[in-house]
């Protein structure tokens, strides 16, 4: 039982107990605790805020094929201690997931992770761009959204037919948007600092005229589209209008695009490279503003963890990617309101991964137990050498941050007490 805290979801806030047993939320009110079982175990969590269980849309637990960097388990770890009852693994693994076989594999492997793990599909074989995966035999599966992320579908015709599809069998496609010619093999964003640092850059458009083309393609299909970590303030403009217009289309930001620049590659230190690379200030200005009036519907990790030998080369050389999933809510409160955070990483991303059956729902009585606590006035410093992830590539290091977990509950089963891992 959960006494003394304020319950947050979609329904706004108010002073509750929660009573979780056999899994499920039994009671939720001022006066809950009379219901509680009788031997129940009792979690102070006055002064704390109880939500439903975050959802990451976009994490990279790298298994198979890159243990060294990160496991289901240990990615499942991190994301529990992060306040996560769910995550979305990525499919560029190794071999990718653009098949049933793997998608089954790493299914198993999330069934021993102390959270749940849904998994998303490749667009294409190999994830080279050229042939569709076969989507039916992954949704089938209960494959709900697909990606070639890592790289964006580049050929328009065969992204129009992946929309066609997936139409069809009522799933999502997530666009990683980056035109690659235009890309250029730039390692940051392009701008004043990319011309005085020396390094290649990725210019704006890069992202935009995916953004655009594939606009127009869901206009032309009626498909499902969610654009994936989106850097630009050209992009938040495009999605903005495409929702006007009653597209289908969502979007994400990840913590790391709304609180850093390309600014912090002034050093040439290969921990702030990322794809999409850090951007603008006024980038940075116009994606908060996006997810303050909610044109940006998630926030979303991008967790991508690279063992410390394959992350530490020159800037140039090293492969793109930052940890997320232990910082992802202190990051994006120091942004954002509690209320609005919480909608942009539980019950909206919850929604859009097809989760929301048992993830971001309202608290209440006969709900699946997949909650978090809170502790939004703690304060707490970044030390890399304490994370659960298997890397250490977190561009948060010393960084001190407000609002903590205390408690992370997955369908019933507390997974994180005090901060610390029970499973
Ligand atoms: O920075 C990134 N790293 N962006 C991506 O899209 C892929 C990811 C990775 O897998 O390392």
Avoid at 118 to 144: C, D, F
Avoid at 263 to 270: E, K, M, R
Avoid at 321 to 348: I, K, N, P, Y
Wanted: glycine share 10%.
């Amino acid at each position: 039982m959960l006494r003394g805290a304020d319950v947050v979801d979609a329904g706004g806030r108010r002073r509750a107990d929660v009573v979780v047993a056999d899994g499920v939320v039994r009671a939720v009110g001022p006066d809950a605790a009379a219901d509680a079982p009788v031997r129940a175990r009792v979690l102070d969590v006055s002064g704390c805020v109880v939500a439903p269980g975050l959802v990451d849309l976009h994490a990279h637990l790298r298994q198979p094929g890159a243990e060294e960097a990160e496991t289901v388990e240990t990615g499942g770890q991190a994301a529990a201690l992060g306040g996560y009852s769910a995550v979305v693994a990525m499919p560029n693994t190794d071999p990718p997931v653009d098949c049933a076989a793997v998608a089954k594999e790493v299914l198993a492997l999330g069934r021993r992770s102390p959270v749940e793990v849904a998994v998303a599909g490749a667009i294409t074989v190999g994830r080279a761009g050229k042939r569709l995966a076969p989507m039916g035999e992954l949704a089938a599966l209960g494959v709900r959204l697909f990606t070639d992320d890592g790289a964006g579908v580049q050929d328009g015709a065969l992204m129009r037919r992946a929309l066609d599809y997936a139409r069809g069998l009522g799933v999502t496609l997530a666009q990683h948007c980056e035109d690659v010619q235009l890309a250029g093999g730039g390692a940051m964003h392009e701008g004043a600092w990319s011309s005085r640092l020396g390094l290649p850059g990725v210019p704006v458009a890069a992202e935009e005229a995916m953004v655009a083309r594939d606009i127009a393609l869901v206009r032309l299909t009626g498909g499902r589209l969610h654009f994936l970590h989106l850097s630009t303030a050209g992009s938040v403009e495009l999605v903005r209008r495409a929702k006007a217009e009653g597209l289908s289309v969502s979007a994400e930001v990840t913590p790391h695009h709304l609180v850093l620049t390309d600014a912090a590659c002034a050093g040439y230190d290969p921990i702030f490279k990322v794809s999409p690379p850090l951007r603008a200030d006024h980038d940075v200005a116009r994606l908060r503003a996006g997810l303050e009036d909610g044109t940006i519907d998630a926030i979303a990790t991008d967790h991508a963890p690279h063992a410390p030998e394959a992350k530490d080369l020159p800037f140039d050389e090293a492969p793109p990617g930052m940890l997320g999933l232990e910082t992802a809510l202190a990051v994006s409160l120091s942004v954002l309101d509690l209320e609005r955070a919480l909608a942009c990483l539980s019950w909206r991303p919850a929604a859009i991964a097809g989760l929301a059956a048992r993830h971001g729902g309202p608290v209440a009585e006969g709900a699946q137990a997949n909650l978090c606590v809170i502790d939004p006035a703690a304060t707490w410093t970044v030390d890399p050498a304490r994370l659960a992830s298997r890397s250490r590539n977190t561009p948060y290091a010393g960084w001190t941050l407000t609002g903590r977990v205390r408690h992370t509950i997955v369908a019933g089963d507390a997974v994180v007490v005090d901060g610390e891992l029970v499973r």
